[in-house]
């Protein structure tokens, strides 16, 4: 009733009001700094309210519209909607009467501010890996009945995937919670927890607003008293600008060279930074020297004019002190920051084809003006931007995200996307049509680029776990702790699965071939997680644990990925105390352990952002202290052990249902099963472990995979 009434309301709109050009087709002033922020959240959460309620605030409409607005609406019986004033805007835009109503500009105290219209996060994301449109900073509303939601989850991650570093969180719609301080920190402290892990974003400021009373937006207010914060004005008004073309080092991607008597004319547009006459540049990728000697305008002007500057933007000719070969596809470069020629790169990219992206597909990369052939060399993080599913394999599809690395047929001159954004993108052909683009991460494949987030890295070995830089311990308790308490509610298959979406970012399962192990793989199996499953060889193990460890494989129809330990070090261990040195003495055993299990386990959770083990309650009094989910601040990482509150009877039941392959030593009185030199079966009435490094005191005994170092 109420949606029909709205609907002819809206209808009404389109008919009667307009809103002059004024508002948002005004050019920015020269001096002030422009931003350009999108508007996520979820649909009804408040976004075209906080929008028009913006516009309100800052001054820009034009007299007597927003009291129109107001008469009609009461006419109909309606309460006044603030999103009516974009309907307006949208009717505008339907008749062609402004240019685009997509960006909608405002002004803040010291800021020209863009604000960038989200259709829909795939279309966003495709928009803005393109480079059709760019957003320098984010809002993320949140409504305050409603707290964190899986769209709230997808518009972080897909921040994250873009690299928008600056965000700030409104909890909208506070006079529906009575504007209540604890309910309103109850969902800070778990969107900036879902923020820092994992996401790698710190918000800039979290803010409750009524965006349709005006509370917090551009005022404090009597209801908000207890908020010492910024206001959304004000918030948006220190959002840092993006770096200006103007401000970064000259590159200028040569389109064409034109032969003019004995001169040599190279012809393009400058992208970025500014050229001089007399400056040094470099001609990249060759990296050849020279000096510009002129720069040409027509027709030719009287000697005093001729231009002996040009900046970003502008389309110029120019000439060099020598004769060197220049190319098509060159880039002239300031000599001090010369662009990067590359062999082979990393991008992420929008894949538009109807034919998935394959690992091993010929496809041609286009920088600038250059291009050449390219094979993809690895695919990883492929997405489904609707979803936000991973694609696992080692495809990317039809309107879906990922990263590959192209090794390229030839040099090309280009930048990473976080260093020039003008020059740092990559277009991509497949089958004679331009089927993909994005942003290249890094001009060096699979070297870790950290202004986009952790990510798997195969290649390098990495010694210690690096903690994302902006997740601190306590935000990853307090995350540990909300999960810990959700998952309390859930079956173990439902906690993976909610894991899966909680944390964005590589997972990892590790198995030892146990029968929680072989509990979860099987559940995993189940899911289309891209949970990354591992196993640590030892070099010790069981035959029996190995051809376990094959059955697995065939019936699962995956191969585990293996990690061993370095072969220097075990060469050390074995030469220090011998083949069976660990006997000797905790401190021996432990060395051991060290060097073939704990060491592999670090490269193999490096870069990830949870852990998924086997651990249960039962299974040991240090254990007992655990729980379903725990912060592993040393290693910066969620763990999560979904079998944490399972019994022995709960696993085995589990076990006969599903009849899943298992370690025949269980039936020899084996439980907990790792290295043969370490491990046997128990007494009757012995605890589960007793069987792991019998020698030793039974408090302790872990290996250090699952205690602090
Ligand atoms: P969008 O889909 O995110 O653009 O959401 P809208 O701006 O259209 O708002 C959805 C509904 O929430 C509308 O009925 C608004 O009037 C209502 N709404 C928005 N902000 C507030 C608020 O601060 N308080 C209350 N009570 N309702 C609000």
């Known amino acids: 009733m109420l949606r029909s009434a709205a609907a002819e309301l809206r209808k009404e709109i389109h008919m009667n009001v307009q809103i002059s050009h004024r508002l948002h087709t005004s050019a920015p002033a020269a001096a002030r700094a422009l931003v350009r922020i999108v508007i996520v959240g979820e649909v009804d959460h408040g976004k075209s309210t906080l929008i028009g309620r913006l516009l309100h605030e800052a001054g820009g409409l034009p007299d007597g519209k ?79 009945t409603e707290g964190v939601r899986d769209q709230t989850r997808r518009h972080g991650y897909i921040l994250h995937l873009l690299g928008v570093r600056q965000v700030m969180v409104v909890i909208n719609k506070m006079d529906r919670i009575d504007f209540d301080a604890g309910k309103f920190r109850e969902i800070e402290s778990e969107i900036t927890a879902h923020l820092a892990l994992g996401l790698d974003l710190t918000a800039v400021a979290v803010i409750p607003i009524s965006a349709r009373n005006g509370d917090g937006v551009a005022r404090h207010t009597s209801s908000l008293a207890w908020y010492r914060g910024p206001t959304v004005l004000a918030a948006l008004d220190a959002f840092a600008p993006a770096r200006q073309p103007h401000d970064l080092a000259l590159r200028m991607p040569v389109q064409a060279i034109y032969k003019f008597d004995d001169r040599r004319i190279l012809a393009g547009r400058i992208e970025s930074g500014h050229m001089r006459v007399d400056d040094d540049i470099l001609v990249m990728p060759a990296g050849k020297r020279a000096r510009i000697k002129s720069i040409e305008a027509w027709p030719v002007p009287e000697s005093s004019q001729v231009p002996r500057v040009a900046s970003a933007g502008q389309s110029v000719g120019i000439t060099l002190d020598r004769a060197i070969l220049v190319d098509r596809g060159d880039v002239i470069s300031a000599a001090s920051h010369p662009a990067a020629g590359v062999t082979r790169l990393r991008a992420r990219v929008f894949w538009l084809h109807r034919r998935p992206l394959a ?36 495809v990317i599809g039809p309107n879906h995200v990922g990263d590959i690395d192209i090794d390229l047929s030839r040099t090309l001159a280009t930048d990473s996307h976080t260093d020039n954004p003008n020059t740092g993108r990559v277009v991509l052909e497949f089958e004679g049509r331009i089927a993909g683009g994005g942003l290249i991460l890094s001009t060096q494949a699979a070297a870790a680029n950290p202004a986009y987030g952790p990510r798997p890295n195969r290649s390098a070995a990495v010694a210690a776990p690096v903690p994302c830089a902006h997740t601190t311990p306590q935000q990853l308790s307090a995350k540990a702790a909300a999960l810990a308490r959700l998952f309390a509610r859930l079956s173990p298959a439902e906690r993976l699965v909610r894991l899966r979406r909680e944390v964005a970012g590589k997972i990892v399962f590790t198995t030892s071939f146990g029968l929680e192990d072989q509990v979860i793989l099987h559940l995993l199996s189940q899911q289309e997680s891209g949970i990354e499953v591992l196993t640590l060889d030892t070099g010790r193990l069981f035959p029996e644990t190995y051809a376990l460890w094959a059955q697995t494989e065939r019936r699962y129809g995956l191969r585990i990925r293996a990690l061993y330990p ?27 352990c060290a060097v073939r299990k704990v060491e592999p386990l670090e ?29 592993d601040t040393e290693r910066g990482l969620i763990k999560l052990n979904p079998l944490f509150d399972w019994t022995r009877e709960q696993l085995h039941m589990f076990v006969s249902d599903h009849d899943l392959p298992v370690n025949p030593l269980h039936a020899q009185g ?15 009435g012995e605890p589960e472990r007793a069987g792991r490094w019998w020698w030793e005191e039974e408090s ?3 290996c250090g995979l699952h205690s602090h170092r």
């Open 66 to 144: 927003l009291d129109a607005l107001k008469a009609m609406s009461a006419r109909r019986g309606m309460p006044f909607e603030w999103s009516f004033l974009l309907d307006a805007l949208q009717t505008e835009r339907d008749q062609g009467i402004t240019i685009d109503t997509s960006q909608i500009r405002l002004r803040t105290a010291t800021r020209d501010i863009v604000l960038i219209d989200a259709p829909g996060h795939a279309e966003f994301l495709r928009n803005m890996i393109t480079g059709a449109a760019q957003a320098d900073a984010a809002v993320l509303i949140v409504d305050a």
């Open 359 to 394: 690992v091993g597909g010929r496809i041609t990369a286009r920088i600038g003006t250059a291009e050449a052939g390219g094979v993809v060399a690895a695919i990883e993080n492929a997405v489904d931007p609707g979803l936000l599913a991973s694609d696992g394999a080692e």
């Open 566 to 592: 370095r072969h220097a070090d075990l060469e050390a261990l074995i030469e220090r105390q011998g083949i069976n040195g660990f006997y000797h003495s905790p401190a021996a055993r432990g060395a051991c």
């Open 603 to 631: 490269r193999g959770l490096a870069g990830a952002q949870a852990w998924i083990t086997g651990l249960r309650a039962e299974q040991s009094a240090h254990r007992r202290n655990m729980a379903l989910a725990t912060a």
């Open 670 to 684: 084996f439980a907990s099963i790792g290295c043969a030199p370490c491990t046997r079966a128990l007494a009757p």
């Open 700 to 702: 302790k005994k872990e």
